[in-house]
């Protein structure tokens, strides 16, 4: 079936440096990819959306320049966390909707623990 | 829209019951949804997915039930095993390209 990859599965990284958390999708081409953090027992918080080269829809409260999605190709994704604070440890996650249907796959998250 | 940052509700059922999970979502014009289960530490997996053009849908010991009228999903499961336990959502596909997630269940399976 269809899979997706995020790299790193955890990450640590100082408070003040910028880190980049990857999302590839394995065997399918993914024109949307969709990321989320989410806080120990609490719901996906859907931070933006991104279609293949165009610029991402941010939601409400979503700092673009402080979390920089690059969407260059139809099989990777890219988030950056620019000026890490530890506030923004937490755990991301990537999904991607393939061309041919509405089906979501997810990635498997990756950690980000800022010291 | 959006899925707030509740604490997650919990369910417990005993081995061999049936499970009923239950999921609000918001938006009228969501048009596809799909219910994902989430183990400690990973990602969301696949489990069921239902189009608003049906109210029903079955799947391996899963069945999905869509209420439009009250945006009611619930997500019901045969013969509860102790490797269901695990955390429940249900995610709307908004016609705005934008894929939301409910709050969540935290479903415990009692050997």
């Known amino acids: 079936g269809a899979v997706v990859s995020q790299h790193p599965s955890r990450v640590i990284c100082k408070s003040g440096t910028s880190v980049k958390i990857e999302c590839r999708s394995l065997?399918?081409?993914?024109?949307?990819m969709f990321w989320y953090r989410q806080f120990p027992k609490q719901s996906l918080m859907l931070m933006a959306t991104?279609?293949?080269?165009?610029?991402?829809?941010?939601e409400q409260g979503v700092e673009k320049d402080k979390f920089l999605i690059n969407h260059a190709s139809l099989t990777l994704s890219t988030l950056t966390v620019t000026s890490a604070h530890p506030e923004d440890s937490s755990f991301y996650i990537c999904?991607?909707?393939?061309?041919?249907?509405?089906?979501?796959?997810f990635g498997e998250g990756s950690w980000l623990t800022v010291v | 829209g959006e899925s707030v940052g509740l604490h997650l509700p919990t369910l417990s059922v005993q081995e061999g019951d049936n499970s009923i999970i239950n999921c609000a979502y918001s938006?009228?014009?969501?048009?596809?949804f799909i219910w994902y289960k989430q183990e400690s530490g990973k990602g969301p997996q696949f489990i069921i997915d239902?189009?608003?053009?049906?109210d029903k849908r079955q799947g391996q010991r899963v069945t999905v039930l869509l209420n439009k009228t009250v945006k009611h999903l619930s997500l019901q499961i045969a013969a509860t095993q102790p490797g269901d336990s695990a955390v429940y959502f249900c995610?709307?596909?908004?016609?705005?390209?934008?894929?939301?997630f409910g709050t969540g269940t935290s479903l415990t399976v009692i050997p």
């Open positions: 999904s991607a909707r393939g061309i041919s249907g509405n089906t979501i796959y």
């Open positions: 065997d399918f081409q993914a024109t949307t």
């Open positions: 991104s279609n293949e080269g165009s610029k991402a829809t941010y």
């Open positions: 938006n009228s014009a969501s048009d596809y």
């Open positions: 239902i189009r608003s053009n049906m």
């Open positions: 995610a709307e596909f908004s016609t705005g390209n934008q894929f939301y």
